[in-house]
């Protein structure tokens, strides 16, 4: 409200009827001796005014707050969402109002040997709470299980006796940070060309380096966000390295060409996050980076690639599980829980 009164001018609030106003005097009108004014005008201090009902926040009185609506105010509850696995990568959008995530991710299984005489490794669960800003968009990719081992015609079981590596789970910001990842399991290895050999996929990692794959000549596992390296066999080709955050797996299998074409290693997440491309006698890696499979078994995808298996008469792993990355508060990981597929869980408590 404004009133000129001896050339100074004061600005008032006014309240009628717990609707607050700021109205403008017409000046030279007066109220009439009963309180009424002309038109839409309204009589306030003997002087006629005319106002818009521009409501001023609620003093406590009643007025804006008392018919106020908070169009985002479901966004404000408590709530979570459970992200599957679908093979791409998909977006979450973070509610109004909230400005912590806990965010729970599992990497997925490596696949097994033939008919599951053997298991892959189990993929790790990684667990903490990210400060984010309502309305930013992550990214989350969800990882896939291993495809499981296969055996070739009428041959002993050894040929293409790997499991492929399983899927990391990634959890990454609009602008492409890595926030949360979850590793995959490692490929098993299954061998029965001169006895039985069953080895086991290795489990996915809380820790950020790709674990190496086990067996006289297994690959290295990646550090830093890198992919793992293949199993090099001048024979039958063998698995490959499962892929990391920031760079693929390492190298293609290198098996005789009567034995088919090469297996190729997991990509990165800056990549898509496919799986390494079995070659034409050995089978795909899972999505989320697993490297692919043949005669041994494939790393695990995850923050850093697993390697693939290496010899399967002396190993006690197969392919390396995928390493993990926890960047929030409140961490609560575990090494080689999950099966099947893997998962992402996001929960929040404005």
Known sequence: MRIQLAGLTLLVGVCVSSACFSPTFQEGLVCSESGECPGDLTCVLDRCVSSESQKFPDSGFGGADANRS?????ACEAGSSTIEATGAIVDFT???????LTIEAFGAEGGAGVGAAVLGGKGARIKGDIDVVGGEVLQVLVGIRGADAVQVGGNAIGEQGGGTGGGGSFVVDENGLALIVAGGGGGASHNEISGTQLIPGGDGSILSEGQAGGGSGGGSGGVAGSGGSAFLNLGFHGGTGGG????????NSNGLGKNGTPNAPGSSFLE?????????A????????????????GGGGGYSGGGAGGNIFDGAHAGGGGGSLNTGTNQDDSPGVRTGDGQVIISWNP
């Open 70 to 74: 908070d169009a985002n105010a479901s």
């Open 282 to 297: 050995g089978r795909n890696g899972g999505f989320g980076g697993g490297g692919s499979a043949g005669f041994t078994g």
């Open 94 to 100: 973070v509610p109004d109002c909230v400005t912590v």
């Open 272 to 280: 898509g996050g496919d799986g390494g491309v079995g070659g034409s």
């Open 244 to 251: 990391g955050y920031s760079s693929p797996g390492v190298g």
